[in-house]
């Protein structure tokens, strides 16, 4: 973000020149803040005198807020991006208006390209550059020159410009791998929302979700999917019938791999059949805060003798390592065309289904064992009261008569642990104050029963 003050009729001709200058070192707009700010001869004076101990007047100051190493890549300032905008503030620039205005005068040539001039010196200062030693005051002059040229702010006049629009890209990319290896974990970071449960529990997502990347001018669905396995009853049926429907037609594949169980003869299959059929995969190491750099190495060297793969990418996706990196291999991927979904939506489930799949992930924390798979969640009443509060009623199915006095806990402790829980998550989603009651039913082996599976929302049609 270029946020440029007190310049008036000269606001977008020093965006220009900043956009220029970040343009030329490959840095994403959206990734970086700048802050420029016109000022008097006198407010100078006292902020040069501060700064550097000069009590005078000079053209231009700048005050980097970080020590940049180029090429930038966000990832390497993760203590300094702002978590809401997931910007770096690169630093401040400020500009002596009257001085240019002398200087320009001085130089014969217009205002504008003297404070195109000053704009992008202090863009290159934030970016690191200096001119302490002999020949860095030119090479940053024949770079400010090479930027604005390409800006179209000349020496001998401001020429029209337009900003070469690039083409939109959008397109599809699945998030395939075996059960508990990080896949929701990571569509979440990706999409920097909570679209998918997570827990450490293996099968925790059961159907394909989607999350929504967008970028200036690229949009990527994100399809996050069950943790393949060999299904034991008719859900696992179902959930695998997601995996297959969801890779279909496909314009990317992320396969996640689990560095802390490390790769199998399943997992390099998988890949080798997605390669052969043509589609473009992508590997994600995942789990590398949590294994040692021996054991990475060795995941990648097995890789490594994969032919066909596009990247190979270690991540953590609990920590957000390396996360933009994959998104960056991935955008690469997307063909041109329109965005599909405007950019302010980044799922296309809505509340009603979040709020049942909120409370399962709770359940699949809280609870031991087995039970948790054989649980499922159904909203009976999900209505907002006339003062604004929402009513959420819930059913916690569980498939066998003994399991309910365990989901209930001794005097209902467990489920109301689950209950606050999920309402806590879910009044930080919606901002709305919650009354949520949960019901526990037993509805016999439901996992294999086709109708109440349907009636769960595990409808192959649905799914597809
Ligand atoms: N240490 C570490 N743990 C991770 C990382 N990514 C995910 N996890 C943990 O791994 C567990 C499984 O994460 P999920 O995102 O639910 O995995 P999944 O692949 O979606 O699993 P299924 O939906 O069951 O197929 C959770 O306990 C996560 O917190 C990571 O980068 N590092
Ligand atoms: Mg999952």
């Known amino acids: 973000m270029i946020n440029v003050y007190n310049a008036n009729e000269y606001t977008t001709l020093i965006e220009r020149a900043v956009k220029g200058a970040l343009k030329h070192f490959n840095i994403a707009r959206k990734e970086v803040e700048v802050e420029i700010e016109l000022i008097e001869s006198a407010e100078m004076q006292e902020l040069n005198n501060e700064a550097r101990g000069i009590d005078a007047v000079t053209d231009v100051l700048s005050f980097p807020s970080l020590e940049v190493k180029l090429p930038f890549n966000v990832d390497d300032y993760p203590m300094d991006v702002d978590p809401e905008s997931g910007a770096v503030l690169l630093g401040e620039i400020y500009i002596c208006f009257d001085r240019a205005k002398e200087q320009a005068e001085e130089y014969g040539h217009s205002i504008?390209?003297?404070?195109?001039?000053?704009?992008?010196?202090?863009?290159?200062?934030?970016?690191?550059?200096?001119?302490?030693?002999?020949?860095?005051?030119?090479?940053?002059?024949?770079?400010?020159?090479?930027?604005?040229?390409?800006?179209?702010?000349?020496?001998?006049?401001?020429?029209?410009?337009?900003?070469?629009?690039?083409?939109?890209?959008?397109?599809?990319?699945?998030?395939?791998?075996?059960?508990?290896?990080?896949?929701?974990?990571?569509?979440?970071?990706?999409?920097?929302?909570?679209?998918?449960?997570?827990?450490?529990?293996?099968?925790?997502?059961?159907?394909?979700?989607?999350?929504?990347?967008?970028?200036?001018?690229?949009?990527?669905?994100?399809?996050?999917?069950?943790?393949?396995?060999?299904?034991?009853?008719?859900?696992?049926?179902?959930?695998?019938?997601?995996?297959?429907?969801?890779?279909?037609?496909?314009?990317?594949?992320?396969?996640?791999?689990?560095?802390?169980?490390?790769?199998?003869?399943?997992?390099?299959?998988?890949?080798?059949?997605?390669?052969?059929?043509?589609?473009?995969?992508?590997?994600a190491v995942n789990k590398v805060d949590h294994v040692l750099k021996e054991k990475v190495a060795e995941i990648l060297l097995e890789l490594a003798k994969i032919e066909g793969l596009v990247a190979i990418v270690p991540i953590s996706a609990l920590r957000g390592k390396n996360v933009s990196e994959l998104i960056k291999e991935i955008t690469a991927l997307m063909p041109e065309g329109v965005k599909l979904y405007s950019d302010d939506q980044y799922t296309d489930r809505n509340m009603r289904f979040m709020a049942s799949e909120i409370i399962r992930e709770k359940a699949l924390r809280l609870l031991d064992k087995e039970i948790p798979y054989g649980i499922a969640v159904s909203i009976n009443k999900y209505e907002y009261r006339e003062n604004g509060i929402l009513d959420i009623d819930a059913d916690v199915i569980v498939q066998k008569q003994q399991h309910k006095p365990i989901v209930l806990g001794k005097k209902g402790e467990m489920i109301k642990r689950i209950s606050t829980y999920a309402r806590q998550d879910l009044e930080e989603m919606t901002g709305d104050k919650i009354f949520l009651t949960l019901w526990v039913r037993v509805k016999e082996d439901w996992r294999d029963d086709i109708g109440l599976l349907n009636n769960l929302g595990y409808n192959k049609r649905d799914d597809a």
Not at 124 to 137: A, F, K, P, V
Not at 157 to 171: A, F, L, N, R
Not at 199 to 209: A, D, G, H
Request: some cysteine; glycine content about 10%; hydrophobic content about 40%.
């Open 112 to 283: 504008e390209r003297e404070l195109g001039f000053l704009a992008t010196h202090g863009m290159l200062h934030l970016l690191g550059y200096d001119h302490i030693e002999d020949g860095e005051r030119e090479e940053m002059e024949a770079l400010q020159d090479a930027i604005l040229n390409s800006v179209g702010i000349k020496r001998d006049g401001i020429e029209e410009y337009e900003e070469v629009e690039e083409p939109t890209k959008c397109g599809y990319a699945v998030i395939l791998g075996r059960p508990n290896a990080g896949k929701s974990t990571l569509i979440n970071a990706i999409v920097g929302e909570k679209v998918s449960i997570v827990s450490w529990k293996p099968q925790t997502t059961r159907n394909r979700i989607i999350g929504i990347y967008n970028d200036d001018n690229v949009q990527v669905v994100f399809v996050d999917t069950p943790g393949i396995h060999a299904p034991k009853n008719e859900l696992g049926k179902f959930m695998m019938h997601s995996v297959k429907v969801a890779s279909e037609g496909v314009d990317a594949v992320i396969y996640v791999v689990d560095a802390e169980k490390g790769l199998d003869l399943s997992d390099v299959q998988r890949i080798e059949n997605n390669v052969k059929v043509g589609n473009k995969v992508v590997v």
